[in-house]
């Protein structure tokens, strides 16, 4: 079932914006539209890693889209991860950083899909360096892996090693700003 974002929701990320704007890096949670194609762009894997899980939009998507798919949602706010806890009491959510969630998975196999909401380009540079420094060891180690991400940006979210290559998939127009979904994986 997909949930809208109450006033609570829109209240709460925005004192977590103010507590720390460098990770949570928007003052709106995703659009239904945005949240969709994110979770869309997850479609076939076997576990899916919601890294920035915020106040759940994109949740909602990717419980709705992937049922019976297993869901791990990492957010490393403490009032957020609780919200989620409280909201799916089922699923497992992560109070943790991206880096120690995706390096803990690192040798399980399957079709792993990474859906991010990571603010890279507002993290403070050695965060950004080291979270994506982990998502593409963690991509390069199976060809079945994948990063969904999205950026307000019209560039790539962050510079990868040349084994792994970026592809803008789509640019979703209904969303506050406008954001453009990229996927990273292993080069062909």
């Not at 945005?34 to 949740?59: H, K, Q």
């Not at 992560?94 to 995706?102: K, N």
Request: one cysteine or more; a positive charge; glycine letters at 4%.
């Amino acid at each position: 079932m997909f949930r809208l974002a109450t006033p609570s929701a829109h209240l709460q990320l925005l004192v977590a914006m103010l507590r720390n704007p460098g990770s949570t890096g928007t003052l709106l949670p995703s659009s239904r539209a945005l949240a969709n194609a994110l979770a869309s762009a997850a479609d076939g894997a076997d576990l899916v890693v919601e890294l920035g899980a915020g106040t759940g939009p994109v949740t909602d998507a990717l419980l709705a889209k992937l049922p019976g798919v297993p869901l791990i949602a990492v957010e490393l706010q403490a009032a957020l991860a609780q919200r989620l806890r409280h909201r799916y009491p089922s699923m497992d959510v992560r109070e943790a950083t991206a880096r120690q969630v995706v390096d803990s998975l690192f040798d399980r196999p399957g079709r792993i899909v990474l859906v991010s909401s990571l603010p890279f380009r507002s993290l403070p540079a050695h965060v950004a360096s080291e979270t994506a420094h982990s998502l593409c060891r963690f991509l390069a180690h199976s060809p079945e892996r994948k990063l969904v991400q999205f950026t307000y940006h019209p560039r790539a979210p962050f510079a990868a090693p040349r084994h792994l290559r970026w592809k803008r998939t789509s640019v979703i127009w209904r969303n506050t700003p406008p954001a453009g979904i990229w996927e990273l994986r292993l080069a062909p």
